[in-house]
């Protein structure tokens, strides 16, 4: 073989290289973006992979969200006379789609909620750190409200949003 023919079959293998290189690499990647479509029972080893360059995708959001419920008006005893309160909730999910029937539950989260109170005094919902206690309160007193339902697996959290004494 003389130096012409070596650096043509060089240059030959080189390209050859790169083309299969080049063909390998970008069926790695379609077979990656499209194993779900494969097999839907096999989870893909790169969960989350994507390329944005090379394909366009929409990516979800795994963070929570928050679904407001309608605000509750309720009435505490006092010493002299009645106070009332006004709460506005959300409640937290990373699932929102299975969430939005919550709505039609409202009747059960105001009913739990207004035995809640029916023990609560003025005065104890004026003392520092009652915020957070009442959070906490609500919040397992909506998870026990919903313990008989299919929600309850798909709340996160019960924030208090506003709160607001008379």
Not at 13 to 21: E, H, P
Not at 120 to 126: F, G, N, P
């Given at each position: 073989m003389n130096k012409k023919q070596l650096l043509v079959f060089s240059?030959?293998?080189?390209?050859?290289?790169?083309?299969?290189?080049?063909?390998?690499?970008?069926?790695?990647?379609?077979?990656?973006?499209n194993a779900q479509k494969i097999s839907a029972a096999e989870t893909p080893s790169f969960e989350g992979f994507s390329l944005p360059f090379l394909f366009e995708q929409e990516t979800l959001k795994n963070g929570p969200s928050f679904h407001a419920l309608e605000k509750i008006v309720l009435s505490v005893k006092g010493n002299r006379q009645t106070h009332f309160v006004m709460l506005e909730l959300a409640v937290e999910t990373r699932h929102p789609e299975r969430i939005e029937a919550i709505d039609e539950y409202m009747p059960m989260v105001q009913n739990?909620?207004?035995?809640?109170?029916?023990?609560?005094?003025?005065?104890?919902?004026?003392k520092d750190g009652a915020v957070e206690t009442l959070q906490e309160e609500v919040k397992q007193t909506l998870l026990l409200a919903f313990a008989k339902t299919d929600i309850v697996r798909d709340i996160d959290d019960v924030l208090l949003t506003k709160y607001v004494v008379q």
């Open positions: 240059g030959a293998m080189i390209i050859t290289s790169a083309l299969v290189s080049a063909g390998v690499t970008l069926g790695g990647l379609w077979y990656m973006q739990a909620l207004l035995k809640l109170f029916a023990n609560k005094h003025y005065d104890d919902l004026q």
